[in-house]
């Protein structure tokens, strides 16, 4: 009878072993699952962020080198015709407007000490390199959790519970395309 309690008690603990590893490993699958549709949220949201932001940046650079270069054309065009004007009055129209297009120039100096063009271009480029940087951190955090993941639905003694339930290996790595071996083109 004691031999029986004995034989009974290990059954018992081994069962019990038993399930609390199935349940920790059947819990392991389900948070390594799911992490996977997150990863790859995070990579869509960088790649959002690059599709709002880039356009953006680029017309406000256009916009901002535009306006720099109406304003040094018109102080160059108004330069041009005090040398042009024939009398007096010429003469003073186009110190006046010059005036006028100095004092605008001399704003866009006093309030940016070096023309912007320069920084916003160097902007663009930081921004970017930083949200190509973005993308490529979380295109390898979303191919590590696609990593670990299957790494757990293949390992023994889990691919045996992974069978059971469904569980299967993810091909979902994210891999380029062939045209990404080629830069965008930035075109101004």
Do not use: C
């Not at 290990?10 to 199935?22: E, L, P, Q, R």
């Not at 599709?51 to 270069?69: C, F, M, Q, R, S």
């Not at 921004?127 to 590590?144: C, D, F, K, P, S």
């Amino acid at each position: 009878m004691k031999k029986g309690l004995i034989v009974l008690g290990v059954v018992v603990a081994f069962v019990a072993v038993f399930g609390m590893w199935a349940a920790s490993a059947y819990n392991r699958l389900v948070v390594t699952s799911e992490a996977v549709p997150a990863a790859w949220s995070q990579v869509e949201s960088v790649l959002q962020r690059r599709y709002d932001l880039i356009p953006n940046l680029v017309n406000t650079v256009k916009g901002y080198a535009k306006h720099e270069k109406d304003l040094l054309t018109e102080v160059t065009a108004l330069r041009s015709q005090w040398g042009a004007a024939k009398n007096q009055s010429e003469k003073v129209a186009a110190a006046n407007n010059m005036e006028g297009a100095l004092s605008r120039l001399m704003v866009v100096v006093e309030q940016y000490p070096q023309l912007k063009a320069n920084e916003n271009f160097i902007r663009l480029q930081d921004e970017l390199a930083g949200t190509e940087n973005r993308i490529a951190v979380e295109r390898m955090r979303y191919n590590e959790t696609v990593n670990s993941y299957n790494v757990v639905v293949r390992g023994f003694p889990t691919n045996i519970l992974a069978g059971m339930f469904g569980f299967k290996k993810s091909d979902a790595y994210f891999k380029s395309e062939k045209e990404a071996q080629q830069a965008p083109k930035v075109q101004f």
